[in-house]
């Protein structure tokens, strides 16, 4: 049953509403598009929210944990893929000096130092963190051999 309410703006017009505990409360269509157009919300048409993480992409989380000094390789190139790096977490034992490239290598960080026990952690905010370069890798240089561990939680997209 329709508990629609007359609305006289000169012409006439009726707004839906529904009876709720006695009140009337108007029922509205949510509605997205540019300007001059209106797509109606519905499963098909959800809204479009851009949160960063598409999706068609899933994290995959890895473990982090070695301690060489140099270049460690963390996620491998993949062909025309982009490493997106959208959160990561390290612990250092001993004091080193960290640096987040890609295996061009380009810097992604200036050096961080860390002390004893020292580390970072990055959470997931929507947008990633880093993103390589076009088919290269993701890799963390450290200035000394001193054990890092940790995780990271990527993505890889063309």
């Given at each position: 049953?329709a508990?629609?309410?007359?609305?006289?703006?000169?012409?006439?017009?009726t707004?839906?509403?529904?009876?709720?505990?006695?009140?009337?409360?108007q029922?509205?269509?949510?509605?997205w598009?540019?300007a001059?157009?209106?797509?109606?919300v519905s499963?098909?048409?959800?809204?479009?929210?851009g949160?960063?993480?598409?999706?068609?992409?899933?994290?995959?989380?890895l473990?982090?944990?070695?301690a060489?000094?140099?270049d460690n390789?963390?996620?491998?190139?993949?062909g025309?893929?982009?490493v997106?790096?959208?959160?990561?977490?390290?612990?250092?034992?001993?004091?080193v000096?960290v640096k987040?490239i890609?295996?061009t290598?380009?810097?992604?960080?200036?050096v961080m130092?860390?002390?004893?026990?020292?580390?970072?952690f990055?959470?997931?905010?929507?947008?990633?963190?880093?993103?390589?370069?076009?088919?290269?890798?993701?890799?963390?240089?450290?200035?000394?051999?001193?054990?890092?561990?940790?995780?990271v939680?990527?993505?890889q997209?063309a």
């Amino acid at each position: 049953m329709a508990d629609d309410v007359a609305v006289t703006p000169g012409v006439g017009k009726t707004v839906a509403t529904e009876d709720i505990g006695g009140r009337q409360f108007q029922l509205i269509k949510p509605a997205w598009g540019a300007a001059g157009s209106a797509n109606l919300v519905s499963a098909a048409l959800p809204i479009p929210v851009g949160l960063g993480l598409k999706t068609s992409e899933a994290c995959t989380r890895l473990v982090l944990s070695f301690a060489a000094s140099g270049d460690n390789a963390i996620v491998a190139a993949s062909g025309g893929l982009i490493v997106r790096i959208y959160a990561i977490l390290l612990v250092c034992a001993t004091p080193v000096g960290v640096k987040f490239i890609d295996t061009t290598p380009t810097n992604l960080t200036g050096v961080m130092t860390f002390g004893v026990g020292g580390g970072l952690f990055l959470g997931q905010q929507g947008e990633p963190h880093y993103s390589t370069a076009v088919g290269k890798g993701f890799s963390i240089n450290l200035s000394a051999a001193v054990q890092v561990s940790g995780t990271v939680w990527y993505t890889q997209v063309a």
